[in-house]
């Protein structure tokens, strides 16, 4: 090899980059020192050119601490110098690009509801380091990005239910490692608490709620639990049944809203303008359509249903902007919902 490239000093600090331990951890410059000769001979640097390095170019740009800074005066006093990254930051390296931090930094909300705790717990020090990294001025085009870009719910959004986390590590440990699980669930139907072994299958998150999708003891039918609603969890050490699930395969038929029937109903209706206009850039269905009515600006609507609440909703909250022609449960069920708030005024 090249004697000029294996004495190349940029080479060094990316190995040194790499020994160096996340606060509470921390290593001397000694023991730096010695790693480097341990790693690679040519790595030989006396201890004040490392000490230099480290302070100079090394500690503002990947957010190291030295002891000579603490707060308490008896490490300060220590000799040789113990070096480790800030608490908060990802140690090691590659270090993180813009284009990384950036798509960290819009990721974090979202995962923080889908991933297991552990992970979680891993990964903060990342979510911390894309935060740092984005509010930079050397992000660039990157961090403007960032600024500017936001994902908005449709609808008012709730805030998310609160779950407790010893019941989500739990819930998470027996999804990864396939075992049974003991819950106490608040079941919203009955008002009571009721004790349960569960053989989980999947979470699923939706809106602000998690549900974690699982059959009950001995039965095979699959339901869904609010992960708010269980009061207590405890792991057992049994496998749990699995039954060849696929997500992809499930979700298509699953119910998170009580259905009428167990099929789609084919929605007939008169639409406001400005409605078939939203209607026709995003489409309710993919066989949808929408066809002028004779004599006036309304327009008829065509679209396939899931029959679920949802859906009733959905129409419900139009108001008068859709006038229901078929089917004519739909119509009757939002007549008496109609009819039961005016009687509240």
């Not at 049944?241 to 696929?246: I, K, L, T, V």
């Not at 066989?287 to 609507?301: A, G, K, M």
């Not at 909703?313 to 109609?338: C, D, F, H, M």
Request: aromatic share 6%.
């Amino acid at each position: 090899m090249n004697n000029r490239i294996k004495k190349d000093p940029t080479r060094r600090n990316l190995v040194l980059l790499r020994l160096i331990p996340r606060h509470p951890a921390s290593i001397s410059t000694t023991q730096l020192r010695d790693a480097l000769l341990q790693e690679d001979p040519d790595f030989d640097i006396t201890l004040r050119s490392l000490q230099r390095d480290l302070e100079g170019m090394l500690s503002g740009r990947f957010n190291l601490m030295c002891s000579k800074d603490d707060e308490d005066e008896a490490i300060r006093k220590q000799r040789p110098y113990r070096w480790s990254y800030e608490p908060h930051t990802r140690a090691g390296l590659p270090v993180m690009s813009s284009a990384e931090a950036l798509a960290m930094c819009l990721s974090e909300h979202h995962l923080k509801y889908l991933l297991p705790p552990d992970v979680l717990t891993l990964l903060r020090p990342h979510f911390s380091e894309a935060r740092t990294r984005i509010e930079s001025t050397s992000s660039g085009s990157h961090g403007r990005w960032a600024r500017r870009v936001r994902s908005l719910p449709n609808g008012r959004a709730l805030l998310p239910a609160i779950v407790d986390g010893k019941v989500w590590e739990h819930v998470a440990d027996a999804l990864l490692r396939q075992r049974q699980l003991r819950v106490d669930y608040l079941s919203r139907a009955k008002g009571d608490i009721r004790p349960m072994v569960l053989h989980p299958r999947g979470i699923v998150s939706r809106g602000p709620c998690n549900y974690l999708i699982a059959s009950v003891g001995e039965y095979s039918d699959i339901r869904h639990f609010a992960m708010h609603r269980i009061q207590r969890a405890e792991l057992l050490e049994l496998t749990s049944r699995d039954d060849a699930f696929d997500m992809d395969d499930y979700l298509p038929g699953a119910a998170f809203t009580p259905r009428q029937g167990t099929d789609t109903v084919e929605l007939i209706a008169d639409v406001h303008p400005q409605l078939a206009w939203t209607l026709r850039e995003t489409p309710l269905s993919s066989d949808q359509t929408l066809t002028p009515i004779p004599e006036t600006d309304w327009v008829r609507l065509h679209a396939h249903l899931p029959d679920d609440q949802e859906s009733f909703w959905w129409v419900y909250g139009l108001g008068e902007n859709i006038r229901i022609q078929s089917p004519v449960a739909l119509k009757q069920a939002v007549l008496a919902r109609t009819h039961s708030v005016l009687s509240l005024y």
